[in-house]
């Protein structure tokens, strides 16, 4: 009787054979919530619906539509094979059709016809096996965090005692680190020269704290002075570098750890230049660790944006100028040009940078609590009133002699209304809609771009939108507008996640159908649909 009273774990099962899905659930119905869908995009839509509220999905692989093997192909593009097990249950014996399965990720294959005991001990083996999974994935995860904040923290601590006692703001280890992660990501995306891991790269981020450690062997009457440096004490400064590299290679006990190693590197040769120019070993070129090249730069800039005892800030514009132009060393030029690419998110992204800081503590506490807390997700009402405002919506637009649509980013899926789907000669639901050859058909490619520029000049505070377009109806190309609602994340920087709306059948179009209400798009907004 217990058992009945808790929530019970529920299973997708997707087959378009209707005895067979109905089999299944009369075989797990007593132990199991069941879900079912006819078709592979009705599975794909349920999953990206309800999530990992899905312990298990049971899939079929001849299915019209979309196939087994297109829906874990989804599955595995959106990582969701991660969290949720699929069981292959099909006539389909051959030995490739298996192995393919296996490949894709799939946990178990049972052959049809059924065998009760078989699917109830396979079910059940497979739902343990994957909650025991998340539970040791969990545990191993809480305590790399934990390493990695005392990491963090421990480097943070040493990184500003040096920034102290050399009379900085604090935020200089801060900079350094977000201009080297830009710089870091803009390198990955322009060539595979330097095959770093995302892992690599936090690694070089956070060593990148520790570049000036061995300012804190300088006096300070020379590291703090207002003028220039004599030429004596100017080699006693440029002594910095080697220091740190010295006093990091001294950890004798540590020296196999990969941030040690790293952060060896950035200390010894940030101060080097690509044309051999600097110091402390005169390196030249790619002997310089692609990690402390780009330090160094990302040092120099934050070096002329800030201000000194010794000198004002230069503007954003101004340091860009000087490096490009040679006037603060020579730089690798690929890294030059992704200086470039990222110039436009710097001075954002250290604002931001200015703003975590500010509330670290808070944010830091908040992450714990997050962590911790057992009980953050929706409750059951919240859910049931969420299911019953789209079971309205499902409700009135079958009813409606209208074409109704809504369509989410990420996954991309475009779900129309009944009537809407016959007469545009498409499906319901369309997973990835704009490689759909049957709403290429329908849309020309213009079209789709005209509706893609009006969402986007569109705002949280005004996301209602206007279009027109010409599209294929009943087979012919007609008039039409769009009307439709663009859905916004929340938080400072929100940027859309879907849009709903319908196509209304029109006499005429005006001159200018581009709604002007809204301003131009911003430059994020503008990078979004690129990369769309």
């Not at 040493?158 to 803009?186: A, C, D, K, M, P």
């Not at 440096?229 to 440029?238: A, G, L, V």
Request: aromatic share 8%; proline share 3%; net charge negative.
């Amino acid at each position: 009787m217990e058992k009945k009273n808790r929530s019970r774990e529920k299973i997708l099962i997707v087959d378009d054979s209707e005895m067979n899905r109905s089999i299944l659930a009369d075989m797990l119905e007593e132990d199991y919530e069941i879900l079912e869908a006819a078709d592979g995009q009705q599975g794909v839509a349920m999953l990206q619906k309800l999530g990992a509220e899905i312990s298990l999905v049971l899939l079929d692989i001849v299915m019209p539509v979309m196939d087994g093997f297109e829906v874990l192909a989804v599955m595995n593009k959106n990582q969701w094979i991660k969290d949720i097990p699929v069981i292959m249950i099909s006539a389909e014996s051959a030995p490739d059709a298996i192995q393919r399965a296996y490949e894709q990720g799939v946990s178990d294959y049972i052959s049809r016809p059924f065998d009760f005991w078989v699917v109830q001990r396979r079910v059940v083996n497979t739902i343990m096996l994957y909650a025991k999974q998340k539970k040791l994935i969990g545990m191993v995860t809480d305590q790399m965090y934990e390493k990695e904040r005392d990491a963090n923290l421990m480097v943070t601590i040493l990184s500003h005692i040096v920034e102290f006692r050399n009379g900085e703001s604090g935020l200089h280890v801060v900079h350094i680190q977000t201009i080297t992660e830009l710089l870091l990501e803009s390198l990955q995306r322009k060539t595979d020269r330097y095959p770093l891991s995302h892992e690599e790269i936090n690694m070089i981020v956070m060593a990148s704290a520790l570049h000036d450690i061995g300012k804190i062997a300088i006096p300070s009457e020379i590291l703090n002075k207002p003028g220039r440096f004599t030429d004596e004490e100017y080699e006693i400064m440029k002594t910095h570098s080697s220091v740190g590299a010295s006093m990091l290679r001294d950890l004798s006990l540590y020296q196999q750890e990969p941030l040690v190693k790293v952060a060896y590197e950035i200390c010894r040769w940030h101060h080097e230049r690509y044309d051999g120019r600097g110091y402390p070993d005169g390196l030249k070129g790619e002997e310089i660790p692609i990690g402390a090249q780009v330090v160094a730069m990302a040092d120099v800039y934050d070096a002329l944006t800030s201000e000194r005892v010794y000198k004002k800030a230069f503007s954003h514009e101004k340091a860009l100028q000087m490096i490009l132009n040679g006037e603060c060393g020579t730089f690798n030029p690929l890294l030059k040009e992704c200086l470039l690419d990222v110039s436009g998110q710097l001075q954002e992204k250290l604002e931001e940078s200015f703003s975590n800081v500010k509330s670290e503590r808070e944010m830091r506490n908040f992450a714990e609590e997050i962590r911790h807390h057992e009980e953050l997700g929706a409750s059951n009402r919240t859910l049931r009133l969420l299911e019953y405002e789209r079971m309205k919506y499902q409700f009135f637009s079958s009813l409606s002699q209208e074409i109704q649509f809504e369509y989410t980013v990420s996954p991309a899926i475009l779900t129309v209304s009944e009537w809407g789907a016959k007469r545009l000669g498409i499906s319901e639901i369309t997973v990835n809609p704009w490689e759909n050859e049957g709403i290429r058909e329908s849309w020309e490619k213009e079209e789709i771009q005209r509706l893609r520029e009006t969402v986007l000049q569109t705002t949280p505070e005004e996301p209602v939108f206007r279009c027109f377009c010409h599209t294929k109806i009943d087979g012919k190309v007609c008039r039409r507008q769009i009307v439709g609602r663009v859905i916004w994340s929340e938080g400072e920087k929100p940027y859309y996640t879907g849009l709903i709306g319908k196509v209304i059948e029109v006499l005429e179009e005006p001159e200018n159908t581009v709604n002007q209400k809204n301003g131009p798009c911003s430059e994020v907004e503008i990078e979004r649909s690129r990369e769309e």
